[in-house]
């Protein structure tokens, strides 16, 4: 089964940067958005930033400013730039795919930890 892999995790401190990458461990079929999503102890899982496939992006609020994603949603690999990290940044991070034939389908990958701490 193919499998979204994130890398790029770490610890860094207030106001530093950090790059996440995710990549499809073979190549998945029929998707037309990939995500990045987080989740904080006791929080739940929120979206962070879409790429779609013709290369549009949307982010959350209070990230729009700070990250950027980026990627090839038809080579199922996209990255994330976190820019003046913030301590409720920290969080696990993860990538998914949307498929086309629905969210039973989807892609998710097993998440990097993103640590903001001084």
């Known amino acids: 089964q193919v499998q979204l892999v994130e890398s790029g995790g770490g610890l860094v401190q207030p106001g530093g940067s950090l790059r996440l990458s995710c990549a499809a461990s073979g190549r998945i079929a029929g998707i037309y958005a990939m995500d990045w999503y987080r989740q904080a102890p006791g929080k739940q899982r929120e979206l962070v930033a879409t790429?779609?496939?013709?290369?549009?992006?949307n982010y959350a609020d209070d990230v729009k400013t700070r990250f950027t994603i980026s990627g090839d949603v038809a080579k199922n690999t996209i990255n994330l730039e976190m820019r003046n990290l913030k301590p409720e940044d920290t969080a696990v991070y993860y990538c998914?795919?949307?498929?086309?034939?629905?969210?039973?389908?989807?892609?998710w990958g097993q998440g990097t930890q993103v640590t903001v701490s001084s």
């Open positions: 998914r795919s949307r498929s086309t034939r629905g969210p039973q389908y989807d892609n």
């Open positions: 790429i779609n496939f013709d290369g549009s992006t």
